[in-house]
Every structure is written in structure tokens, then in C-alpha cells.
């Protein structure tokens, strides 16, 4: 099989083809993986020159330009979509970027993968598309009310990828994720900017009043959770992806704090980002019962892994955390 991944240089696409290489999806068998990414300031070329395997070809190309993308996908089998533009205060300070690749970009895959008759498209998506739920947790069936403008460009991408299952008849299955952490994460992301602030002697920045609650998922349960959408998910269907480790930014906060052996005298309280979603929750009985998903990384083994990981790592993360 010839799998194409986009945004294969990312934080969450390099684990999903690192996995796949390793066999950890014996339900996916991969004999090419065509990696595609354009390598901006997420992206992370180094893990390609590491990697010694001849099913593995790396391409520097934008997913909106059509020449390339119409090269690159002739033979493929499956599109596994990593690609987008995702940070939220960027997305806030200029939406331009995540307009053009979290839409144009999804739409180009699209079109070339009808034409190329590609057999299954795998959109990845996020919980913020749903919008901030006060209570209880969000099903497949629960509207699309997104409230950022990166949210906002995610949902415009769902939408396409299901008009184009229901007028082209492409198989596509999208999956909505709860926030994901992990090793190698740009450390713009909110733990590894706050175990990195620490590792450095600064204090960590905690918006408003720490109320804010997020679902976390280790990116290693995530990736998994896609190949299995990948290899036997549904057309046309949604497919939430939790963890249900739900934590406020606060609690969360301290737990990093404990971990590196901190106290609270190194949190700074900071102005809340414009519309801030209060909370996020995902059902995800449906991928559950149907494909047999359940997280196997527990938040607090995955948090001290994690905080473990970047500690040794300083010559990864000095680097990429100049440049934020």
C-alpha cells in the first residue's frame, strides 16, 4: 500500500510515520510512505535525516499547490491529512496563513484525490471545531460552532471533505481530536512551553484565572486512533478521539509545576486570549465500539515522560524555542 502523509514533519504526522514504520499498525500495512510537508516553523526536517528506510519519501511541497500535489499522489492508496496550521494566538494575529492551508490546501488534496482515485482520504481534524460546551461532552452529531479563527478554518475544512465523500463519492472519514502532547512538540504548545520556561529559570504564563478546561490525549494513543480510522473507519463518517484526562489549565499547571519540582511562585497570570472556548469534552464511545480504540497512556506516566523527554533534549528544543 502507498501512503501519502501529509504534514509528516509535524509534531503529530512524524509520530503517525514513525509508528508506521515501525509496525505498530500491522492493520495498515505501508509498503511507500510519500511524507509531504512544507516545512514552516513546525516542521521539523532533522527526523528525515535520521531516518534510514527505503519506504519512506520525503517531499518539500505546499498541499495548495496543485503541480505538486497532483506528482505526488498519482498511485497513492491512502491520504492520512496532518497538514494545517494550528496555533490558536497565531491564528488570532493573522488568519490569512490558516485560511489559505487549512482550506484552500484541504480542497486541493481533495480534487487531486478524486482524479487520482485515491481509495481512502483521512482528514484530521480537532475538537475546536465544536466550540466551548459547558457541560457533558460533544458527540459526532453536535453542531459546528467554532469560536477562533483557526477553529473557524478547521470546520470549513470538515465541511469540504464531506461534500466531497457526498458529490464525488470519495471515501473520506474525518477525525476530531482532544487537545494531544507528546515529545517533539513545538514548543509553542502550552506543556512544552511551560516545561521548557521552567528548564530555563523563567516563570510560565497562565491565562486569566486557570479556569479554562481541556481534554488531554498522549500523541501516541492519537496517531494510533487514526491508522485505525485509516484501515477500517467508515466513509463519510466522524470519528471523536479522547483521552479523558480533563483538566483546567490550572490543574494542569500544577502538575508540571510538581513534576520539575517548581512552586507557584513561578506562574505569572497573563490577559485571557480573545474568545477563549471555556471548555472542551469529546464523546468518543462511537470510535470505541466501533474500531475498538481505548487511550493506553495514562496522563500522569505520559506528563513525567514527556517533562523526562525535554529535559535531556535541550540541543531539539533551544533551537526551534529561539525562533517562537
Known sequence: MRIMVTGGAGFIGSHFVLDLLAGEYPWLPADEIVVLDKLTYAGDPRLFEEIDDPRVRFVRGDICDREVVSREMRGVDTVVHFAAESHVDRSIEDSDAF????????????????????????????????????????????????????????????????????????????????????????PEKLIPRFVTDLLDGARV?????????????????????????????????????????????????GRILSIMGAGWDRVVSVADRKGHDQRYALDHTKISEELGFEARIGFDDGLKDVVHWYTGNRPWWEPLKASV
Open 99 to 186: 485560511v489559505r492551508t487549512n482550506v484552500h490546501g484541504t480542497r486541493n488534496l481533495l480534487h487531486r484525490a478524486v482524479e487520482e482515485e485515491v481509495s481512502k482520504f483521512v482528514h484530521v481534524s480537532t475538537d475546536e471545531v465544536y466550540g466551548s460546551i459547558s457541560e457533558g461532552a460533544w458527540t459526532e452529531h453536535s453542531p459546528l460552532e467554532p469560536n477562533s479563527p483557526y477553529a473557524a478554518s478547521k470546520a470549513a475544512s470538515d465541511l469540504l471533505v464531506r461534500s466531497y465523500h457526498r458529490t464525488y463519492g470519495l471515501d473520506t472519514s474525518i477525525t476530531r481530536c482532544s487537545n494531544n502532547y507528546g515529545p517533539r512538540q513545538f
Open 205 to 253: 504564563p497562565l491565562y486569566g484565572d486557570g479556569s479554562n478546561v481541556r481534554e488531554w490525549l498522549h500523541v501516541g494513543d492519537h496517531c494510533r486512533a487514526v491508522a485505525l480510522v485509516a484501515a477500517r473507519g467508515r466513509a463519510g463518517e466522524v470519528y471523536n478521539i479522547g483521552g479523558g484526562a480533563e483538566l483546567t489549565n490550572r490543574e494542569l499547571t
